[in-house]
C-alpha cells in the first residue's frame, strides 16, 4: 500500500532543533521524490524542500537554505528532515508528500507532524 | 520565485452554484499548475494537475483551464461536501510556490 507516515508532534523550545521522520512505503522511496511543505496555523502552504531518497541529493527553498538538512535511511525507507535553530515562526504543521508522476505536484501526503516553538 | 496570486481570497457560495477561483502566475507557468483542496484539520487533496487534468477519484464537477499566466478552478455545482479552502500551486520551477489560498463558506 503506497503511504508516507510521519512521526509525532513535538514541542521545542526556540534555537533547539527537531527532527521529523517520513516513513514511506517502498515503492514511494524506490521511485518518487520527496518533498516538505508547511503549514502556519491558519496559513497557506509554504514548501520546504525537494528530495531524492535514491541519491540523498536535495534542492531547498532560499528561505530554509542552510537551516534545514534532509537525510534518509535505505535500510528503513525513511526520509528525515531535521530543521535548527527553531524559532517561533517555524511552528506549524510539516507534511511529508510524494511528487505526481515525474513533476513536482503533490498526490500523496503524510498524516503531518505539528512542531510548536513555545518558550 | 514565481509568485500566485489568488482571488477572492473568500467566497460565499450556495450548494448548486457554480464556482469559479482564479489564479494568477507572476510570470509563464504554461500549464503546470495543480490545485489542491484542504478542509479543516485534514491534509489537502490534489483535484487537478496540469492545469486541467483531473486526478483519479476527483467528481467530474471540478474542472480546470487556463494557460502562461491565469488559470481557473471551476466547481459547475457546489457540493456540501464541497466547502473548504483551494490552494493553486506552480511546478515549473524552483522553489515551488502555493497561491494564499480561497476559502469557499457556504451562503
Known amino acids: 500500500q503506497l503511504q508516507l507516515v510521519q512521526s509525532g508532534a513535538e514541542v521545542k523550545e526556540p534555537g533547539a532543533s527537531v527532527k521529523v521522520s517520513c516513513k514511506a512505503s517502498?515503492?514511494?522511496?524506490?521511485?518518487?521524490?520527496i518533498h516538505w511543505v508547511r503549514q502556519a496555523p491558519a496559513q497557506g502552504l509554504e514548501w520546504v524542500a525537494m528530495?531524492?531518497?535514491?541519491?540523498?541529493?536535495?534542492t531547498y527553498a532560499q528561505n530554509f537554505q542552510g537551516r534545514v538538512t534532509m537525510t534518509r535511511d535505505t535500510s528503513t525507507a525513511t526520509v528525515y528532515m531535521e530543521l535548527f535553530s527553531l524559532k517561533s515562526e517555524d511552528t506549524a504543521v510539516y507534511y511529508c508528500?510524494?511528487?505526481?508522476?515525474?513533476?513536482?505536484?503533490?498526490?500523496?501526503w503524510g498524516q503531518g507532524t505539528l512542531i510548536s516553538v513555545s518558550s | 520565485d514565481t509568485q500566485m496570486t489568488q482571488s477572492p481570497s473568500t467566497l460565499s457560495a450556495s450548494v448548486g452554484d457554480r464556482v469559479t477561483i482564479t489564479c494568477r502566475a507572476s510570470?509563464?507557468?504554461?500549464?503546470?499548475v495543480a490545485w489542491y483542496q484542504q478542509k479543516p484539520g485534514k491534509t489537502p487533496r490534489l483535484l487537478i494537475y496540469?492545469?486541467?487534468i483531473l486526478e483519479s477519484g476527483v467528481p467530474s464537477r471540478f474542472s480546470g483551464s487556463g494557460s502562461g499566466t491565469e488559470f481557473t478552478l471551476t466547481i459547475s455545482s457546489l457540493q456540501p461536501d464541497d466547502f473548504a479552502t483551494y490552494y493553486c500551486?506552480?511546478?515549473?520551477?524552483?522553489?515551488?510556490?502555493f497561491g494564499g489560498g480561497t476559502k469557499v463558506e457556504i451562503k
Open positions: 500551486q506552480q511546478y515549473v520551477s524552483f522553489p515551488l510556490t
Open positions: 510570470q509563464s507557468i504554461s500549464l503546470w
Open positions: 496540469r492545469a486541467s
Open positions: 517502498r515503492d514511494i522511496f524506490i521511485s518518487y521524490y
Open positions: 528530495f531524492n531518497p535514491r541519491s540523498g541529493s536535495t
Open positions: 508528500v510524494r511528487n505526481g508522476a515525474g513533476h513536482n505536484y503533490f498526490d500523496l
